[in-house]
């Protein structure tokens, strides 16, 4: 009563107010490992691209590459602009687990500059015996759709300026930021739910190693942060009141988990296919 006398019409005391509720920051976390994870066309899969160019100069057009885990085959489109002194990468790529019930498909566009050590870009990873120092990477545009047992995700824009230090080495460190926006249909026993997202991302010392991709999930390291925000809504069930949700994130990748925060939230996932390990939380 005395809160009603002293503030009232103020949202301070109006119980219609939803707090952050953890159920809500556990649906950002899961978002955020499906757009980190490798499989599913995240941040790992566009770093796996810049690593591998920093050993070939380009992404190999491969047309079906198998492992003990996944197969996908990629297409790949490259021009070069003398005025700009500049690469256009244009990419396709289709990712299916050997069980069938993982399937990825999306479309890329990159603009690639190589630069010397002084900063002076050169049209090759090696051109005239000059070894690239740095790659400026740009995702200019692109579109995917993802299909997991649990997650069916859209993206419908997606861009990044990330600069790739030490590629003359055998080590790539990479830092820049992350666009993206999309949504993610998310069923689970208790409730079905589409969360309608954008998020802006920073990748901070994102290491590691040049060449194959193969278990790059295993050898990457860094830490990635920004903000989540969007909408949830419920198709059945109704496990929290927030409709229109917003949350600061931040992702430690080592030794293949992604470990996301979010509001007092903690959640490990798998870097490759962005799946929710168990750690006390209850999916729904």
Not at 78 to 85: A, G, H, I, N
Not at 145 to 172: C, F, K, M, Q, Y
Request: glycine content about 8%.
């Amino acid at each position: 009563m005395l809160c009603a006398a002293l503030l009232l019409g103020s949202a301070a005391c109006d119980s219609s107010q939803p707090e952050l509720d953890p159920a809500a920051s556990q649906d950002v976390a899961e978002s955020v490992a499906a757009l980190v994870s490798e499989d599913n066309g995240g941040v790992v899969d566009q770093a796996a691209d810049v690593y591998e160019m920093a050993s070939a100069g380009s992404i190999e057009a491969q047309t079906v590459v198998a492992n003990a885990k996944s197969t996908f085959g990629s297409t790949v489109e490259r021009t070069y602009d003398e005025s700009t002194r500049t690469w256009t990468i244009q990419l396709s790529r289709e990712r299916e687990d050997v069980d069938g019930d993982r399937f990825m498909s999306m479309e890329r566009t990159y603009t690639v500059q190589f630069l010397d050590g002084d900063g002076n870009p050169q049209q090759f990873l090696v051109t005239e015996g000059v070894h690239a120092h740095s790659i400026h990477f740009t995702i200019d545009d692109g579109s995917s759709t993802v299909h997991t047992p649990r997650i069916e995700a859209e993206t419908r824009n997606l861009s990044g300026d990330w600069t790739a230090t030490g590629v003359d080495t055998d080590t790539v460190m990479l830092n820049g930021t992350y666009h993206r926006e999309g949504s993610h249909k998310i069923t689970g026993a208790e409730a079905e739910r589409t969360l309608e997202f954008e998020v802006d991302l920073t990748v901070t010392d994102l290491v590691g190693p040049k060449g194959s991709r193969r278990d790059l999930s295993q050898k990457i390291s860094g830490t990635v942060t920004g903000r989540w925000q969007g909408t949830a809504a419920f198709a059945t069930g109704d496990i929290y009141r927030e409709r229109t949700i917003e949350r600061n994130v931040t992702i430690e990748i080592a030794d293949g988990v992604q470990t996301i925060y979010v509001n007092g939230v903690e959640l490990s996932a798998d870097v490759r296919t962005g799946v929710i390990r168990e750690n006390g939380f209850r999916l729904r």
